[in-house]
């Protein structure tokens, strides 16, 4: 569903942040992107949505070139949603303004079905529906700024971070949410993440990004036993759960 | 007295005028804007155009909407490579780029003395010509006031809200800043420009020291005080500024002040009133009022 190749990319006339990375996620997939802080995995994430242009190498999405397509039509036309890792909610509107700008362009019916299907699905926004979102603790905000995203029925979902700044109770909703759209929808998930013992254990691939190439990459239940990995990446020998 | 009462009302309104126009830019859409008197002088040599031209007076509007519009779109445009710091340094030289070729060139603009003996509107309804100007730029006003009100609470206002908030945000929702950017500018700066012809016919004088920079931060000082993003509210700052200004003689001749008091006593006004707002009342007379949009 996704492919990127060779990915070159940075900011303004700075240099290279990412120096040639190759990735793919496929549809029904959770993709894990993993990497100390500073290496480079929310800039890989917005150039892939389209918030920074590649200087080098091509994305596809589904066979489609879309290297040079900006995030606000990648959204409108390519059906994808893109989580960003801060500042993810309007905090002067309600909750439900929110989730409904994501859905500008379904007809009216579609978008109370499924506003009423998201409001059953995260109960924990159905009750503070017409609360500000600047009300919202930072977990809310997450579920909100994930909802927002799923209204409009992407078949890409890009998330930076989504269970940043959670509590353990929280992640692990969060994270089942995650899991559960990507069985349900049969999405292509491609997630950022600082929580790594967490973030594999829902996902199906990995890859780990140091000074912006790709260090290495595996299946998720493989990296989760390597112990050489667990040391070099994922902080020491503290065992998952 | 009750003429000068119509004068600083019928300035007042033109000042409205130009208000709602940087309010739709900065207030709504967090376009800071440093270089608005440019659009206005676009109006204002519009107009001169026209008479210098000799093509009938009312042909200046549109020559002056068509060079407001070509420069807030450079203006838009530039905005797509700039943060918006930068952008507000770069629209005020811009605007006084302008101005100082206008002083420094002769043949088309009269240099620095500037355009005189443009038609003044409605002169034939003497002595009631003050009042009938100061009704027409009432009616001005109130239109340009509908048509903003109608503007930013529709669709593209709420997407205008959203670019201000959370540029990043807005965008991974589809919006276009770009886009959103040029509309915007497009519109305010006719609109400006409309200010700035029925300035023109008002004064029936054109100058470049019309479009010196503290003009903008006049009104700047309206928006700020009557209300960033309420129309009702920038346009109550735009009459609270102007008659504060415009009395400060009488001041002076109550308390017997010297000359110098006057300009001073404007800056303070300004200056003073700036601060004093952003201190305790940072959101201005008339608060915006958030929210209440459906979604759309
Ligand atoms: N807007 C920007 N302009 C210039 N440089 C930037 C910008 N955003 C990030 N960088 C730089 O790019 C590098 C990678 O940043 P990036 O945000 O991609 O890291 P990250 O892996 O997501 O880190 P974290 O785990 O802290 O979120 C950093 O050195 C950062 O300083
Ligand atoms: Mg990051």
């Known amino acids: 569903m996704i492919e990127a190749k060779d990915i070159r990319a940075g900011y303004g006339d700075g240099a290279d942040i990412l120096t040639g990375i190759s990735l793919s996620a496929d549809r029904r997939e959770i993709v894990t992107i993993l990497g100390p802080n500073g290496c480079g995995k929310s800039t890989l994430l917005k150039t892939i949505a389209g918030y920074v242009r590649p200087r080098a190498g091509s994305i596809t999405f589904g066979g ?168 070099l990446y994922l902080g020491g020998e503290v065992h998952a759960e | 007295m009750f003429d000068f009462f119509i004068h600083v009302a019928s300035i007042a309104c033109l000042y409205g005028v130009l208000a709602l126009s940087l309010n739709l830019q900065a207030g709504f859409t967090g376009l800071v804007n440093f270089g608005l008197i440019a659009l206005f002088g676009c109006g204002t040599y519009g107009a001169a155009l026209a008479s210098g031209m000799g093509w009938h007076p009312l042909l200046g509007l549109p020559a002056g909407i068509a060079m407001a519009a070509l420069l807030g779109l450079f203006y838009a445009r530039l905005g797509r490579k700039l943060s918006s710091d930068y952008w507000g340094i770069a629209t005020l030289s811009i605007a006084e780029i302008i101005r100082i070729s206008i002083t420094n060139e002769q043949a088309l603009t009269g240099g620095a003395q500037g355009i005189s003996g443009l038609p003044l509107l409605f002169a034939g309804l003497k002595p009631y010509d003050g009042m009938a100007r100061l009704a027409l730029y009432v009616v001005v006003l109130a239109l340009v006031w509908l048509f903003c009100q109608r503007l930013v609470k529709s669709a593209f206002g709420l997407s205008m809200k959203l670019m201000r908030e959370e540029p990043q945000l807005a965008r991974s929702l589809g919006y276009d800043l770009d886009r959103i950017r040029r509309v915007v500018m497009l519109v305010s700066s006719a609109i400006a420009a409309f200010a700035g012809f029925l300035y023109a016919h008002y004064l029936t004088f054109v100058g470049p020291d019309q479009l010196v920079s503290p003009e903008t931060f006049l009104i700047w000082s309206m928006v700020i005080i009557g209300g960033v993003a309420n129309n009702r ?53 008339f608060p915006e009022k958030v929210g209440g949009s459906n979604g759309r």
């Open chain 1, 64 to 231: 489609t070139d879309v290297t040079a397509v900006p995030i606000h039509e990648k959204v409108r036309h390519h059906k994808v949603g893109y989580v960003p890792q801060t500042d993810n909610v309007f905090g002067t509107l309600t909750v439900a303004e929110n989730i409904l700008l994501g859905a500008r362009q379904l007809a009216k019916t579609e978008k109370e079905k499924r506003f009423a299907a998201l409001m059953d699905q995260y109960p924990a926004l159905a009750g503070k529906k017409t609360r500000k979102a600047s009300a919202l603790s930072g977990g809310e905000r997450q579920i909100l700024s994930l909802a927002r995203a799923l209204i409009a029925g992407p078949e890409i979902l890009l998330l930076d971070e989504p269970s940043a700044g959670l509590s353990p109770l929280m992640m692990h909703e969060v994270f089942d949410a995650i899991g559960a759209i990507r069985d349900s929808e049969g999405m292509c998930i491609l997630m950022v993440e600082q929580n790594a013992f967490e973030a594999l254990g829902i996902a199906d691939r990995a890859y780990v990004l140091s000074l912006g190439q790709v260090a290495m990459t595996a299946k998720a239940s493989d990296l989760l036993e390597d112990p050489a990995m667990r040391k």
């Open chain 2, 233 to 285: 509210g920038v346009i109550a700052g735009a009459f609270l500024m102007q008659f504060a200004m415009a009395y400060v003689p009488f001041i002076k001749d109550a308390l017997e002040l010297p000359t110098d008091f006057v300009a001073a006593a404007r800056l303070i006004i300004v200056g003073g009133g700036l601060l004093a707002f952003l201190l305790w009342r940072p959101k201005g007379l």
